[in-house]
């Protein structure tokens, strides 16, 4: 048997012998927090502690501070709380929430009446290739010449700035049905201006046939600030038809080309093959706020966080007593906040401790 | 399913009373805060956005139940019957916020849903 022990007055509360951690840089004295989302253990959804968060997709409602300090933060209400979230620590570049979440309804709906045609589907899981696919059956007449409606476009709604380009693609393959008064299958790239009025949309190429086929469209945004995508059944109207396709690998992505796949399951999970999980608190950007109350903590204190965006370390900073909010950005992966300026040497270590855990360390 | 719900300054207090009435704890009276979104006439709004249970759901669309932490029933009740819910499905557009309503949102991301209400931050300067 092994005893390891620290009797340090410095210790902190985490503070692996391996890996340098935050915690070390709070010494007898030092005031201030320490939120890390990665540890799952300090996360409760509820601002009393009662019931732990267990998996990303739950409210975080307390953050236990991990400075040895004991300011966690709290967020009493429910509705402003944020979600636990993981993505790529390559970077999050598939914006088609729910692409993968193909037995959810929210996303992919069981049916749905459009010009004249029903969207049904039929079965849902996981194909050959690891992708997650969606086997759909259009019938009826058409009174038009397209059908849009079998996922949920709304949740692939995304800011966008003229000049920007944006890929959609997704692939797709005929499994049942003839082609009779149907073009096929394809996804279009559509640029909106908020709240959602239509500018202008970029057909991919048609996936008619029985294999595999990438259908993939590139708009670039001309005057508008939103873009979504869309799977299009292209028809001719009046004749009946039945056909179906199996559907998987949905994408939006900034650029002209498709990259590899990222499972969306929604905003708050989004992985991809190959890459490590970055945790991070969700914001929505509208109300969310998980505050920690510190006390006075001078005129030269240090704030640290890492975001999506990047690590930021600022000193010299004036931080009263009262509330400091620990939401950073749209995903906050780490937090922290010291009365005092760190060394050189601690900022250096600081420094590679948030490229880290924004390479999902 | 996200919402989102918009709040014209004059009914946040009654707002927040169903908030409490349909939350999890006396807390959520602090639902609508400042009113720090405007739609095109510079009305402000208050807004939050929340990812809601089925229970949420149910507990809106049926006469209400006064919590054990209690909250004002009547003010609630007005905040109930001023519900505009909008699901994004289909090829409806979603309705613009408006004075006297509360206006939600459901299933899209909480700015975009904002921004599909007409609503923009108030200190925005860019009018987009």
Request: aromatic letters at 6%; a negative charge; hydrophobic letters at 40%.
């Amino acid at each position: 048997m092994k005893f390891v022990s620290d009797f340090s007055f410095t210790s902190a509360p985490h503070r692996p012998r391996a890996d340098w951690h935050p915690g070390q840089v709070f010494g007898i004295g030092a005031l201030g927090a320490l939120c890390d989302p990665s540890i799952m253990s300090s996360l409760f959804q509820d601002s009393a502690g009662a019931t732990p968060v267990t998996a990303q997709g739950q409210p975080v409602g307390l953050v236990r501070d991990q400075s040895g300090n004991g300011n966690h933060a709290a967020q009493a209400t429910s509705t402003k709380r944020p979600y636990l979230a993981r993505y790529p620590a390559g970077g999050l570049r598939n914006v088609a929430h729910g692409s993968a979440a193909v037995d959810n309804v929210a996303y992919w709906p069981a049916t749905v009446l459009h010009n004249g045609m029903t969207s049904t589907k039929l079965a849902s899981g996981l194909d050959t290739d690891g992708l997650p696919f969606v086997d759909i059956q259009w019938t009826g007449t058409p009174t038009g010449t397209l059908h849009q409606l079998c996922f949920a476009v709304a949740n692939t709604r995304n800011a966008a700035s003229v000049g920007q380009s944006w890929t959609a693609s997704a692939i797709a393959k005929r499994t049942g049905g003839t082609l009779s008064g149907v073009y096929g299958l394809r996804v279009d790239t559509v640029e909106e201006t908020a709240p959602a009025t239509y500018v202008a949309a970029v057909s991919g190429n048609l996936a008619s046939g029985e294999v595999d086929t990438i259908s993939t469209s590139t708009r670039v945004i001309a005057s508008g600030n939103q873009v979504r995508t869309a799977i299009s059944l292209s028809v001719a109207t009046g004749a009946p038809i039945d056909v179906t396709y199996r559907v998987k690998g949905l994408q939006l992505e900034l650029g002209s080309t498709r990259t590899a796949y990222q499972h969306n399951m929604s905003q708050y999970d989004i992985t991809e093959a190959g890459q490590r999980d970055v945790w991070a608190l969700y914001n929505d950007a509208v109300d969310d706020a998980l505050p920690v109350t510190v006390p006075d903590l001078g005129t030269d204190a240090t704030i640290w966080c890492a975001t999506e965006a990047g690590a930021t370390i600022t000193g010299a900073q004036t931080i009263g007593a009262g509330s400091l909010e620990t939401l950073r950005g749209t995903r906050t992966v780490a937090f922290g906040a010291i009365n005092r300026a760190l060394t050189a040497a601690e900022t250096a270590r600081l420094t590679a401790y948030l490229n880290r855990k924004l390479a999902g360390y | 399913m996200r919402l989102t719900i918009s709040c014209p300054v004059a009914m946040i207090p009654d707002a927040n009373q169903l908030a409490r009435c349909l939350g999890l704890s006396g807390a959520d009276d602090q639902t609508f805060g400042a009113a720090t979104w405007q739609d095109a006439s510079a009305n402000r709004y208050a807004a939050a956005s929340f990812e809601a249970s089925d229970a949420w759901f149910s507990g809106a669309t049926s006469p209400l139940i006064e919590p054990e932490w209690g909250c004002d029933l009547a003010a609630a009740s007005r905040a109930q019957a001023a519900i505009v819910l909008w699901i994004a499905e289909g090829e409806t557009e979603p309705p613009l916020a408006a004075l006297g309503k509360l206006t939600v949102v459901a299933g899209l991301d909480g700015r975009i849903a904002l921004a599909s209400m007409g609503l923009r931050a108030a200190n925005d300067a860019s009018g987009g």
